[in-house]
């Protein structure tokens, strides 16, 4: 059979241009085998006791208005086995990094009481992210004070500047799991390492709690103009979150070495907006939603007392004209012990020097 010069010039240029097309169609499913709404699975050997209560998008819609919840687990470890998992070595705190984020004004009014309470319990993993020198604090806390030498400014700068030293730190510490908290927050440390422990840290983890009940919307400025838009999940900064180091890793190209700096300044974003475009909206992660993480923002005063001790962060404010603080009775008196994180850690650890003395007078 006679095929003319033309003719076969037109059947290799369908015949290639329907295999680009099957190509471009495969390129999205091969490289992206983590899809949205995909949640990262709880490892099967563990179940946590703490009242672990990861929900979906909708459930924690939520999350701002409600009363605080803090039901018992409630998820399914189901029978799925996994034999790699079970080899395993348990989650240990040292595995943890928890970044503090402070400055200098509060190294007296917020971090002394955090020394005194659950930062003496995990010094080897707790890294103080400042804005001063302090040679008291130095002396205190030793290796573990980071002069950021961000501005002292409450400014989306200076806070993107020192998350993105937190975020450095920690890459270079190779620690398994990421956790950021203010200086006034309380870490629970025996239910955040039972939290983290149900999760495995090459997976993709990100932990958090929503302060909105809605996704954020951004102008689209890192991979487009800016003329379309983005919506995403973000963990409020105020109330602590979690990445596992697998996910950290794939930060990378975002927030290593001042590109933390570069994508915050493009989206117009705070530090803890910018960590949830980073993970939702570019790597395409869902926010684990939880409600074990609270932050002042939240009426800390519904709280039922009997499940203080079971969150993996508490925080306080509004000293001044009402107080929002857990509703726990202990030894201390609400003019000893204002925040209320005394009163938790003694209960925590009863064995506490000044615990005892307390107790006595
Ligand atoms: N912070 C800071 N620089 C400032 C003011 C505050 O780094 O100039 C830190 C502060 O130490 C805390 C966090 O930002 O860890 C949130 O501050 P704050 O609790 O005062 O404010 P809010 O939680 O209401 O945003
Ligand atoms: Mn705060």
């Known amino acids: 059979m006679h095929l003319s010069p033309v003719g076969t010039n037109r059947r290799c240029f369908l015949a290639s241009s329907a295999l680009c097309a099957i ?12 899809r949205q709404g995909k949640l990262p699975r709880p490892l099967p050997h563990t179940r946590p006791t703490g009242g672990e209560n990861a929900t979906d998008n909708k459930a924690a819609s939520n999350s701002k208005h409600s009363s605080v919840t803090s039901d018992k687990s409630q998820r399914d470890s189901g029978g799925a086995d996994f034999l790699s998992s079970r080899a395993k070595e348990p989650l240990r705190l040292k595995d943890i990094f928890i970044a503090v984020k402070t400055t200098r004004k509060y190294h007296r009014s917020r971090l002394e009481l955090l020394f005194q309470t659950w930062v003496s319990e995990a010094k080897e993993q707790t890294f103080i992210f400042t804005d001063g020198e302090d040679k008291d ?37 190779q620690k398994k799991w990421f956790c950021h908290v203010d200086d006034d927050n309380y870490v629970v440390l025996r239910s955040l390492l039972q939290l983290l422990s149900s999760y495995s840290h090459t997976q993709d983890v990100y932990l958090g709690r929503p302060s909105l009940d809605h996704p954020i919307e ?15 999940w973000f ?4 109330a602590g979150f979690c990445i596992s180091r697998g996910l950290a890793l794939k930060m990378s190209p975002w927030a290593s070495l001042g590109n933390f700096i570069t994508t915050a300044e493009k989206i117009r974003l705070p530090d ?21 993480f609270h932050s002042h923002l939240e009426n800390l ?20 004209n009402r107080r929002n603080v857990v509703p726990i009775a202990g030894a201390f008196s609400l003019t000893e012990d204002p925040s209320r994180f005394k009163t938790v850690h003694c209960l925590l650890y009863p064995e506490t020097e000044w615990c005892h003395r307390s107790r006595h007078h």
Not at 272 to 292: K, Q
Request: glycine share 8%; with cysteine; hydrophobic share 35%.
């Open 23 to 34: 190509v471009l169609l495969l390129i999205p499913t091969l490289q992206t085998p983590q």
């Open 137 to 173: 604090l130095k002396q205190k806390a030793g290796g573990s004070v980071i002069n950021t030498n961000c501005s002292a400014a409450h400014t989306r700068q200076a806070l993107c500047c020192k998350m993105s030293v937190e975020y450095d730190k920690f890459i270079e510490s």
């Open 218 to 232: 951004a102008p689209e400025r890192v991979r487009s103009d800016g003329s379309t838009s983005v919506k995403f």
């Open 235 to 238: 963990a409020t900064g105020g």
């Open 272 to 292: 803890d907006c910018t960590i949830g475009y980073i993970i939702e909206a570019l790597l395409e992660v869902p926010l684990t939603h939880t409600n074990l």
């Open 301 to 320: 005063q519904r709280m039922p007392a009997e499940n203080v001790l079971q969150q993996v962060t508490l925080s306080y404010g509004g000293f001044e």
